[in-house]
């Protein structure tokens, strides 16, 4: 039986170590966030794109504290990062929550996010995508899921 979420959580896992990214402890108080970021996640489908990258976070409340890392873009993250909020292989153009803009690998920062974003995002219906010149629409993204 083919079970694609048992690599993608292996890779993830594989990711967030060799990054040296790891989780705080939280003791159940906050739900950790994360997702990969790749090219063949992105809708529409970016052009020469072979990016790929991680975003992990930890969601207080309304308080959202990240971290994201990227790699092997077309160009420099100068249409920034956003949270979008649709569901896997559907675009949202309008961005929910933004997140940096120009972004540089290994950026952190922290945003308030609405309760509808929470939502979505407790829903596995928000995504983050990274933007660039040549793919204004995004180039890399990932659907986020609480994964701690």
Do not use: D
């Not at 170590?17 to 108080?29: I, R, W």
């Amino acid at each position: 039986m083919n079970k694609p979420w048992i690599v993608m959580a292996a890779a993830a896992g594989f990711l967030l170590a060799l990054a040296g990214v790891g989780f705080a402890a939280t003791g159940g108080s906050a739900p950790e966030v994360g997702t990969l970021l790749e090219a063949r996640q992105e809708v529409p489908k970016p052009k020469a794109a072979a990016g790929a990258g991680l975003f992990t976070a930890s969601l207080r409340g309304s308080k959202l504290t990240w971290r994201m890392t990227f790699t092997k873009l077309t160009g420099p993250a100068s249409g920034g990062a956003h949270i979008h909020i649709a569901p896997r292989g559907k675009a949202n153009p309008k961005p929910a929550v933004a997140l940096c803009g120009p972004c540089k690998p290994g950026q952190r920062g922290t945003a308030t996010v609405t309760a509808e974003v929470v939502k979505a995002i407790r829903s596995g219906r928000a995504y983050v995508n990274v933007h660039t010149e040549k793919n204004p629409a995004g180039e890399i993204r990932g659907q986020l899921a609480i994964v701690g």
